[in-house]
């Protein structure tokens, strides 16, 4: 796909702009400073890949002079065929057109198709660069370049060597690594080492059996009788810690059973029988105090709801109250405004008739109001203007050469012989030899001779008299007459055109003696008489709403005042904040008196409310203490505390109980523990039970270290007793031999591919690069003058590296600034290239990438660039002139922005 033309709507600094002579090639764009050189370049980025998102932090571009943002490109494709890629604003990148020549129109995915499906960040990064990206090799590294730079690899498919030397590598590190430990070599080695001592330790250890059976025999019986004895220390130590104990329940037990004898019997009270009776008495004075506000806030509102009164007529016209409130604003500015509203009218009404009277006398408000002219109209005239100035350009510059040749022959006539200088020099040369001849001839009898030189004489002779009369010989004048021809070409040439121009006109209406940029003026004086009828018709309109408005304010207002009975001024607005300040007031009278109604009669339903919830509390109050065997309120508290004082002591009685049987038990155990305690003393139990439990804790000391004896013992004498232990060590030793063989053999066998993959990466590096690096390398040569003959892509790095003519290798961090650049550049040259061999070919656009290469190495790069693109087309972004020259002195299209 190669460039023809573009044209920006909107996008940054450019506005309505059209650019045309794009060809295949290189062409150049030259201009100072800010021109737009990058804008143009972000330009072609994203009319082929999409605007970027609100949320992308890259300058957007925004059209700067409010024109449309976006734009077309005029494209041919490989097959030959023209298309039109436009993008506007929209969803997605913007929304996209493609239109073919037939008229067809397509949409993004034709453009991708078109495209070959190439992503963004490879167009960008690759084909269409600036300097920032050309010194960042990090461009040259994401996974879409990556795969088509290095992806033909070493010719295995999808089999990567650096990964097969990886998995030998980890496999053989596993195994065994220098002045490792961890690994399983090391690790069976030493576990080897560990097996052999201990066998030869449990083989020294044999002779102590006997000794350490009969240590644990005597230790077992001593055991034995310590455990007895602690059997009878600890039941009198039980018995002692329960009396201990269980004394101070025991004589909670025997007080409880006193008391509890010396009360009388009462009914069985409820617990909470006082509280119940408390709560009643509450409720039936709370209700008293309760009707007695009732009763008088009921009078209260009584006299409130009679007080209030409100104008009934006044809340019948709420309707066109509101509707005047709503419209107050509108009023008001109605008022206000719609004097100079007219007076606007009325100017913009004359100045557009003015204008218009300017135009011409055939132009009319409804022609200027119908006028239309497009876009392509608008592209026609810039066509016709360029045409026309350049078709008198021509006739000047010949009419300007064939009065040139004019005077340069003039110049060049003499004043006597008026001849050519040359027929001027045969003729006296004929005359002198004619007359030589005739002397010779006639001295020397030769009379044949002397005739010929005779005739030749009085012809020169006569010739020379003609000359001098002045008839001149005729000479024709061919470059003049070509001159004419050239002249009479182009004024034809300008005659035609100017009728095609007039007849242009005559078709769209217009006077045939305009010029393009007169018409420009007149396109310009017509939408701006379009755009103020515009503002004539909402001036109308909004003169015609405040009329409305004013009318309409007028009768509602007439309508409410009578209902008021006030005297009114003639001011409508401000009799209108009047009306809904007395509705509102009316409106909450009658809410007020409405709600005081409500009230009173939820004011008497709640007071027989209360005073039937009253008699039934004071009913069911004398049923309660009647109930419970008590005569008034006084004998229910009494005969309540003495029901409360029983259980208290029950449940003290019940709860030592409890206590005591929870420890000793029930039954038989319980009654023999109470008769026992029943004589006992605190003091001499607490003496007894310190003494037991001192004995219990010094044979407890003496039992466990010799359970602890016994057990060391019966250790070792399994230990010393056991072969099997013996023969299980001398097994296991046996197999970490085996295994220490084992794996010995699958590091060797892990060692030998490594050493052969070494060897194949070294003839990769020198013999078998991706045939991108291959195609890089002629350019990179080219642009370095033959100093560097290869490039190298290492198979287990990224980073490339550089062969110089003496076969030295250098890596990109010991290039200089220029050359790593020059680097990137011929890479990017290789890799594109590669990818169209199978992909279609699209613009190549390079911003300002020479400016850090010195001159020889410019003029080389430009060169390279001029050889690239052959079959491809360049367009190369440039603010300096010295590479604009040299681009020009490789023939180079340049394309000019007007």
Same mark, same amino acid.
């Given at each position: 796909?190669?460039?023809?033309?573009?044209?920006?709507?909107?996008?940054?600094?450019?506005?309505?702009?059209?650019?045309?002579?794009?060809?295949?090639?290189?062409?150049?764009?030259?201009?100072?400073?800010?021109?737009?050189?990058?804008? %143009?370049?972000?330009?072609?980025?994203?009319?082929?890949?999409?605007?970027?998102?609100?949320?992308?932090?890259? &300058?957007?571009?925004?059209?700067?002079?409010?024109?449309?943002?976006?734009?077309?490109?005029?494209?041919?494709? @490989?097959?030959?065929?023209?298309?039109?890629?436009?993008?506007?604003?929209?969803?997605?990148?913007?929304?996209?057109?493609?239109?073919?020549?037939?008229?067809?129109?397509?949409?993004?995915?034709?453009?991708?198709?078109?495209?070959?499906?190439?992503?963004?960040?490879?167009?960008?990064?690759?084909?269409?660069?600036?300097?920032?990206?050309?010194?960042?090799?990090?461009?040259?590294?994401?996974?879409?370049?990556?795969?088509?730079?290095?992806?033909?690899?070493?010719?295995?498919? &999808?089999?990567?060597?650096?990964?097969?030397?990886?998995?030998?590598?980890?496999?053989?590190?596993?195994?065994?690594?220098?002045?490792?430990?961890?690994?399983?070599?090391?690790?069976?080695?030493?576990?080897? +080492?560990?097996?052999?001592?201990?066998?030869?330790?449990?083989?020294?250890? %044999? /002779?102590?059996?006997?000794?350490?059976?009969?240590?644990? #025999?005597?230790?077992?019986?001593?055991?034995?009788?310590?455990?007895?004895?602690?059997?009878?220390?600890?039941?009198?130590?039980?018995?002692?810690?329960?009396?201990?104990?269980?004394?101070?329940?025991?004589?909670?037990?025997?007080?409880?059973?006193?008391?509890?004898?010396?009360?009388?019997?009462?009914?069985?009270?409820?617990?909470?029988?006082?509280?119940?009776?408390?709560?009643?008495?509450?409720?039936?004075?709370?209700?008293?105090?309760?009707?007695?506000?009732?009763?008088?806030?009921?009078?209260?509102?009584?006299?409130?709801?009679?007080?209030?009164?409100?104008? @009934?007529?006044?809340?019948?016209?709420?309707?066109?109250?509101?509707?005047?409130?709503?419209?107050?604003?509108?009023?008001?500015?109605?008022?206000?405004?719609?004097?100079?509203?007219?007076?606007?009218? *009325?100017?913009?009404?004359?100045?557009?008739?003015?204008?218009?009277?300017?135009?011409?006398?055939?132009?009319?408000?409804?022609?200027?109001?119908?006028?239309?002219?497009?876009?392509?109209?608008?592209?026609?005239?810039?066509?016709? +203007?360029?045409?026309?100035?350049?078709?008198?350009?021509?006739?000047?510059?010949?009419?300007? =050469?064939?009065?040139?040749?004019?005077? @340069?022959?003039? /110049?060049?006539?003499?004043?006597?012989?008026?001849?050519?200088?040359?027929?001027?020099?045969?003729?006296?040369?004929?005359?002198?030899?004619?007359?030589?001849?005739?002397?010779?001839?006639? $001295?020397?009898?030769?009379?044949?001779?002397?005739?010929?030189?005779?005739?030749?004489?009085?012809?020169?002779?006569?010739?020379?008299?003609?000359?001098?009369?002045?008839?001149?010989?005729? $000479?024709? *004048?061919?470059?003049?007459?070509?001159?004419?021809?050239?002249?009479?070409?182009?004024?034809?040439?300008?005659?035609?055109?100017?009728?095609?121009?007039?007849?242009?006109?005559? #078709?769209?209406?217009?006077?045939?003696? %305009?010029?393009?940029?007169?018409? $420009?003026?007149?396109?310009?004086?017509?939408?701006?008489?379009?755009?103020?009828?515009?503002?004539?018709?909402?001036? &109308?309109?909004?003169?015609?709403?405040?009329?409305?408005?004013? #009318?309409?304010?007028?009768?509602?207002?007439?309508? $409410?005042?009578?209902?008021?009975?006030?005297?009114?001024?003639? *001011?409508?607005?401000?009799?209108?904040?009047?009306?809904?300040?007395?509705? &509102?007031?009316? =409106?909450?009278?009658?809410?007020?008196?409405?709600?005081?109604?409500?009230?009173?009669?939820?004011?008497?339903?709640?007071?027989?409310?209360?005073?039937?919830?009253?008699?039934?509390?004071?009913?069911?109050?004398?049923?309660?203490?009647?109930?419970?065997?008590?005569? *008034?309120?006084?004998?229910?508290?009494?005969?309540?505390?003495?029901?409360?004082?029983?259980?208290?002591? !029950?449940?003290?009685?019940?709860? /030592?109980?409890?206590?005591?049987?929870?420890?000793?038990?029930?039954?038989?155990?319980?009654?023999?523990?109470?008769?026992?305690?029943?004589?006992?003393?605190?003091?001499?139990?607490?003496?007894?039970?310190?003494?037991?439990?001192?004995?219990?804790?010094?044979?407890?000391?003496?039992?466990?270290?010799?359970?602890?004896?016994i057990g060391n013992l019966n250790n070792e004498i399994e230990r010393l007793?056991?072969?099997?232990?013996?023969?299980?060590?001398?097994?296991?030793?046996?197999?970490?031999?085996?295994?220490?063989?084992?794996?010995?053999?699958?590091?060797?066998?892990?060692?030998?591919?490594?050493?052969?993959?070494?060897?194949?990466?070294?003839?990769?590096?020198?013999?078998?690069?991706?045939?991108?690096?291959?195609?890089?390398?002629?350019?990179?040569?080219?642009?370095?003058?033959?100093?560097?003959?290869?490039?190298?892509?290492?198979?287990?790095?990224?980073?490339?590296?550089?062969?110089?003519?003496?076969?030295?290798?250098?890596?990109?961090?010991?290039?200089?600034?220029?050359t790593k650049e020059q680097l990137y550049l011929a890479m990017r040259l290789?890799?594109?290239?590669?990818?169209?061999?199978?992909?279609?070919?699209?613009?190549?656009?390079?911003?300002?990438?020479?400016?850090?290469?010195?001159?020889?190495?410019?003029?080389?790069?430009?060169?390279?660039?001029? =050889?690239?693109?052959?079959? !491809?087309?360049?367009?190369?972004?440039?603010?300096?002139?010295?590479?604009?020259?040299?681009?020009?002195?490789?023939?180079?299209?340049?394309?000019?922005?007007?």
């Amino acid at each position: 796909m190669q460039l023809s033309e573009l044209h920006i709507d909107g996008f940054g600094v450019f506005a309505d702009k059209h650019i045309t002579g794009f060809r295949p090639g290189i062409n150049v764009i030259y201009g100072s400073n800010e021109f737009g050189k990058t804008t %143009l370049l972000a330009f072609i980025r994203r009319m082929l890949f999409g605007f970027p998102p609100g949320n992308e932090k890259s &300058n957007p571009y925004p059209s700067l002079s409010g024109n449309a943002y976006g734009g077309q490109m005029i494209c041919e494709v @490989q097959s030959g065929e023209r298309i039109t890629v436009a993008r506007s604003t929209g969803r997605k990148g913007g929304e996209v057109t493609v239109t073919t020549e037939s008229g067809e129109v397509k949409g993004y995915e034709e453009l991708e198709r078109i495209l070959g499906h190439t992503s963004k960040r490879f167009y960008e990064n690759v084909y269409a660069i600036s300097l920032d990206e050309l010194q960042q090799i990090e461009t040259l590294q994401g996974e879409d370049v990556k795969h088509r730079i290095y992806g033909a690899g070493l010719g295995l498919g &999808n089999v990567s060597l650096t990964e097969i030397k990886k998995e030998f590598s980890d496999q053989s590190d596993k195994l065994y690594k220098a002045r490792g430990s961890t690994q399983k070599i090391p690790q069976v080695y030493n576990e080897i +080492r560990e097996l052999e001592r201990n066998i030869r330790q449990m083989q020294q250890e %044999l /002779a102590d059996y006997d000794e350490k059976v009969r240590q644990r #025999d005597n230790l077992t019986a001593e055991e034995e009788e310590l455990g007895k004895r602690l059997r009878e220390l600890y039941a009198k130590q039980r018995s002692l810690q329960n009396k201990s104990k269980l004394f101070s329940p025991y004589i909670d037990l025997t007080e409880a059973q006193t008391e509890l004898a010396k009360l009388e019997e009462v009914p069985d009270f409820p617990e909470d029988a006082l509280t119940h009776l408390k709560s009643k008495k509450e409720k039936f004075s709370s209700l008293e105090e309760e009707i007695e506000g009732v009763e008088r806030e009921l009078k209260d509102e009584e006299r409130k709801r009679d007080n209030i009164t409100y104008n @009934q007529e006044l809340l019948e016209k709420e309707s066109a109250i509101v509707s005047l409130q709503k419209s107050s604003d509108a009023y008001k500015d109605a008022s206000t405004n719609i004097i100079e509203t007219i007076r606007k009218r *009325d100017e913009t009404q004359q100045s557009i008739e003015k204008d218009i009277a300017q135009i011409g006398p055939e132009w009319t408000e409804e022609r200027a109001r119908q006028f239309n002219m497009t876009h392509g109209d608008n592209d026609t005239i810039g066509q016709y +203007r360029s045409k026309l100035d350049n078709v008198a350009t021509n006739v000047q510059n010949a009419r300007n =050469k064939l009065d040139v040749h004019r005077e @340069q022959k003039l /110049a060049n006539s003499s004043k006597g012989i008026e001849g050519p200088v040359l027929y001027r020099f045969i003729l006296y040369f004929m005359s002198i030899l004619g007359l030589a001849g005739t002397v010779l001839g006639g $001295v020397s009898a030769q009379w044949a001779v002397a005739s010929i030189s005779a005739i030749i004489m009085v012809t020169g002779a006569l010739a020379i008299i003609t000359l001098w009369k002045g008839k001149k010989p005729v $000479v024709k *004048d061919r470059m003049g007459e070509e001159l004419e021809v050239r002249l009479n070409q182009a004024e034809s040439e300008h005659r035609n055109l100017e009728q095609e121009w007039h007849n242009f006109l005559r #078709d769209k209406g217009f006077d045939e003696n %305009l010029s393009p940029q007169g018409t $420009v003026e007149l396109m310009r004086s017509i939408r701006d008489i379009q755009s103020r009828l515009s503002s004539l018709n909402d001036l &109308n309109s909004q003169i015609q709403k405040m009329q409305n408005t004013l #009318d309409q304010g007028k009768r509602l207002h007439d309508e $409410v005042g009578p209902c008021l009975h006030e005297n009114l001024g003639n *001011d409508i607005a401000g009799n209108i904040e009047i009306f809904v300040q007395r509705l &509102n007031e009316a =409106k909450d009278a009658k809410r007020d008196k409405e709600q005081a109604e409500e009230k009173l009669a939820e004011l008497k339903s709640n007071l027989e409310d209360l005073t039937e919830k009253r008699d039934r509390i004071q009913r069911g109050l004398q049923q309660y203490i009647s109930y419970m065997g008590a005569v *008034d309120e006084d004998d229910f508290r009494h005969k309540y505390e003495i029901c409360k004082k029983r259980k208290e002591l !029950r449940q003290r009685e019940e709860e /030592a109980k409890r206590i005591i049987q929870s420890t000793v038990g029930s039954g038989g155990d319980y009654d023999s523990f109470i008769q026992s305690i029943s004589a006992a003393n605190p003091e001499n139990i607490d003496l007894e039970l310190h003494q037991v439990n001192e004995e219990v804790e010094s044979r407890e000391n003496d039992r466990k270290q010799k359970n602890q004896d016994i057990g060391n013992l019966n250790n070792e004498i399994e230990r010393l007793s056991s072969n099997e232990e013996l023969l299980k060590k001398q097994g296991e030793l046996e197999e970490r031999k085996q295994q220490l063989h084992e794996y010995s053999r699958q590091w060797i066998r892990a060692q030998i591919p490594l050493f052969t993959i070494e060897k194949a990466i070294a003839k990769y590096e020198n013999t078998r690069q991706p045939s991108v690096i291959k195609s890089a390398e002629g350019a990179f040569r080219d642009i370095t003058a033959q100093l560097y003959s290869g490039i190298i892509k290492p198979i287990d790095s990224d980073e490339l590296r550089i062969r110089d003519n003496w076969d030295a290798i250098k890596g990109v961090a010991e290039m200089s600034r220029g050359t790593k650049e020059q680097l990137y550049l011929a890479m990017r040259l290789g890799l594109i290239e590669e990818y169209e061999r199978r992909s279609e070919p699209m613009p190549v656009v390079i911003d300002d990438v020479l400016v850090n290469f010195d001159d020889k190495r410019g003029l080389l790069a430009a060169g390279a660039l001029q =050889k690239f693109s052959q079959g !491809r087309q360049v367009i190369v972004l440039t603010c300096h002139s010295n590479i604009l020259d040299s681009y020009r002195k490789l023939g180079a299209n340049e394309v000019v922005l007007e």
